[in-house]
C-alpha cells in the first residue's frame, strides 16, 4: 500500500468512523510514513514536503458526532480529523500561483454579495447548531469605507484594496496592517499580520486574482504559518491555516481545489469549538436574490 492510498482510505473511513476507527486508520497512515517514500499529492498540481518519520504527521479525531434536537446529525456534526501537513510555505506559494491565473470575481455599485454559512459551537447551550445563515452585503456602501465602520471594510473596498497591492510581500504585510488594526497592545507583529492576512482571504467575495495572489505570497513568508488537513462544518475536505503556538487555535481554511476561503475553526485542547463553513457565494442583482 503507497501513501495516496492509506491516506485515501483515512479520508474514506474519517466521516462515518467512530473515534476508535479513526485511531486505527491513524496508526495504518503512520505506518505508511514511516517507510519514507515521498510526499503525497492532495491534487496533481501542489506538493508537500516529505512526510518523511511519523512526527510528520499526526492524525487524530477530534470532533464526537452531535445530536441535534435529538434528530439526525446534519452537516457540522460529523466526526472530524485532522492531519497535519508541517510548514505551509509551499502550499501558499502554488496556491498563489493557482489563483493568479483564474479567473476575476467583479461586481458594480448597486449589486449585492450573497453568502451561505453553516456553523456548530458547542458552548452555545441555546444553539449548538449546526445552523445556516444567508446573508446580503452591499457591494458598494459608504458608510463601511473610509474607515467609517473600522476594520469592516465594504467588498468594493476590499476589491480596491487588492488592486493596489505592489508585488513585494513586506509591503503586502505592512499594507494589512494597516488595513486591519491591531487588536490588542498584546498581539505581536507577527500575529497582527496573519490576522490581517487571512482576514483579507477570508473577505474575497469580489477579488482581482493577482492581487488575491500577492496575499497568499506574502502570508507564505511569515513565519510559523502551519498547515493541516481537515473536515469542515458541512462534512467536507478542507486545507487548514493555523499560526503556530501555545493556547487555542484558530483555522481558517481553505478549499483544496479551488484554495478560495471555505470556513473557518477554533479548536482549544484539541477539540473544535467552533467550525463554520461557507456554502456558497456570489454576486447578485438585489438583496433576496440567490446565485
Known sequence: MDEMTAVRELRAEAPTARRADLVAGRDRLLREARKGSRARRLRSDWRLASLGAAAAITAAALVAPQV??????????????????GS???????????????????????????TKTVETNV?????????????????????????????????????AFLRSLPDDSAQVRAKA????????????????????????????YVYDPEGLAKVYRALATIPGVRAADVQDAAGRDAIALYLEGDGPREEVLL??????????????????????ARLDAGVVDGKGERP
Open 123 to 159: 458552548t452555545d447551550d441555546e444553539r449548538p447548531g449546526p445552523y445556516t445563515d444567508e446573508r446580503w452585503t452591499r457591494y458598494a456602501d459608504p458608510a463601511m469605507e473610509d474607515g467609517r465602520a473600522g476594520d469592516d471594510h465594504s467588498p468594493r473596498e476590499q476589491y
Open 255 to 276: 478549499d483544496p481545489a479551488t484554495w478560495l476561503y471555505r470556513g473557518h475553526r477554533y479548536l482549544d485542547d484539541g477539540e473544535v469549538i467552533i467550525s463554520g
Open 177 to 204: 496592517r494597516a488595513f486591519f488594526s491591531a487588536t490588542h497592545f498584546s498581539e505581536s507583529r507577527t500575529e497582527h499580520e496573519y490576522r490581517a492576512l487571512t482576514a483579507v482571504i477570508s473577505r474575497s
Open 88 to 114: 505551509a510555505k509551499e502550499l501558499l506559494n502554488e496556491a498563489a500561483d493557482t489563483i493568479a491565473a483564474g479567473p476575476a470575481v467583479t461586481a458594480r455599485d448597486g449589486q449585492w454579495v450573497y
Open 68 to 85: 441535534v434536537g435529538g434528530g439526525d446529525a446534519g452537516p457540522g456534526a460529523r466526526p472530524g480529523y485532522t492531519i497535519e501537513l
